[in-house]
């Protein structure tokens, strides 16, 4: 809804976000209107199913969109191919998200094909989801998005492939980087968006109760004045 209202969709009225953290999941924002704005507003697309055979979430279920497409399943991808692939630069590091991001930058082979085939499985889920929306806007906020020139083309590349040419033709225009929340994860958000539904209703219950005293102490004051005029009058 920021990102709507003042960052990279500023003024558009249908928008999808995608977070690719720890977790996967998106929001959406259809007609100008926040899709469950009366719940919790976040897309489970991370527990989708891209692949029956695949292997199991912690959620229960196999071949989540999480299994193949968070950060810790991408770490631990790229450590897996690690072993076959001994020219690799990231033999020379430690194996973190930043490692990875500028190895891909850089050029490695390993690097790029771990971090492309992210952007192909989330690519199939919007594809999905671009031909029930037909959005403006495609926003991906990510620590992903310091190899966005490796992501971005596997994304909209699979995108065009799989979704309705009417409403993809134009995804390159769509895609972009979220502009206010780049790397916060969707676990934070959920947080910082339940505490701030928090702390509105906190100062409704202390606003309702102030109102609800001053109400009681203006019919105390009502009734005592009427009391004293009635005992005053001749």
Not at 103 to 119: E, F, K, S, T
Not at 206 to 211: C, E, K, N, R, Y
């Amino acid at each position: 809804l920021a990102e709507a209202l003042f960052g990279a969709s500023r003024g558009a009225q249908d928008v999808i976000q995608i977070v690719i953290d720890d977790t996967v999941g998106a929001g959406v924002i259809s007609g100008g209107q926040l899709l469950h704005k009366s719940g919790r507003a976040l897309v489970e697309i991370g527990h989708t199913q891209i692949d029956p055979y695949g292997q199991q979430c912690y959620c229960g279920n196999h071949g989540c969109l999480e299994t193949v497409a968070s950060t810790g399943s991408l770490l631990a991808l790229a450590a897996q191919r690690l072993e076959a692939q001994p020219d690799s630069v990231l033999h020379q590091q430690p194996l973190t998200l930043a490692s990875l991001c500028l190895a891909a930058q850089q050029g490695d082979r390993l690097a790029r094909d771990a971090i492309a085939g992210v952007g192909h499985h989330v690519g199939r889920m919007l594809a999905m989801m671009v031909n029930i929306f037909n959005p403006q806007h495609i926003l991906i906020g990510s620590p992903l998005n310091q190899a966005a020139e490796v992501l971005f083309p596997a994304v909209s590349s699979t995108i065009r492939q799989q979704a309705l040419p009417a409403y993809s033709n134009e995804i390159i225009s769509m895609l972009k980087s979220t502009s206010l929340v780049s790397t916060i994860s969707l676990m934070e958000m959920t947080g910082i968006a339940d505490s701030i539904v928090s702390s509105t209703f906190r100062a409704l219950e202390v606003f309702l109760s102030a109102a609800a005293i001053y109400l009681l102490l203006s019919i105390l004051v009502s009734k005592g004045v009427s009391l004293l005029e009635r005992r005053l009058s001749p």
